[in-house]
């Protein structure tokens, strides 16, 4: 009964080591900064698949370019292992603007600050309150809300000045129209 627990014990360690492929590695190549079309020629010589997971927008990196890969370059892997890539978005993130029209500067200035806008320019308007946003706009053209708009761009963000005495102005020009008759 031993000889046979231990002939089975054996057999079993002997299969499990050649079903593992124990001592096969390769080794997986360092391929952030490549495009992934250059890093799969790398992956199939080494004998290894790879999988794009996510893709994230970085401000000066290359479109396409490979920014992480999991395991990471140098490591022993299996053949037929697959790399998980995360690459350098192709376009820029675009972001919704919210409705912010008589917002408050401050609110509005804080809420498109936390969306990653920080290069906002104020233009002060006459108007009847002072401090209220009127209107924001992107490349000439007035946002409309939840418009989306590629993150970090510069806005223009039209504000009341206030000290306009509109209602006195429209009795001005009522009183000059009625003289011109």
Do not use: C, W
């Amino acid at each position: 009964m031993i000889v046979i627990v231990i002939l089975l014990i054996t057999i079993t360690l002997v299969l499990l080591n050649v079903y593992t492929r124990h001592n096969e590695a390769v080794i997986v190549p360092n391929i952030t900064g490549l495009q992934v079309e250059e890093a799969e020629g790398l992956l199939n010589a080494n004998s290894l698949t790879y999988v794009v997971i996510d893709s994230a927008y970085l401000a000066n990196g290359k479109p396409g370019a490979i920014i992480d890969q999991i395991p990471d370059g140098g490591s022993k892997v299996k053949k037929g292992k697959k790399i998980y890539l995360t690459i350098q978005a192709k376009g820029k993130q675009m972001v919704a603007i919210p409705a912010l029209l008589d917002y408050s500067q401050r609110q509005a200035e804080a809420q498109l600050n936390a969306l990653g806008f920080n290069n906002i320019i104020i233009s002060e308007v006459p108007s009847q309150y002072k401090g209220l946003v009127i209107s924001v706009v992107y490349n000439g053209s007035e946002i409309l809300p939840n418009q989306k708009v590629p993150k970090g761009a510069t806005l223009k963000m039209v504000v009341g000045g206030g000290g306009d005495n509109s209602d006195s102005q429209d009795e001005a020009n009522v009183e000059q129209s009625f003289l011109n008759k």
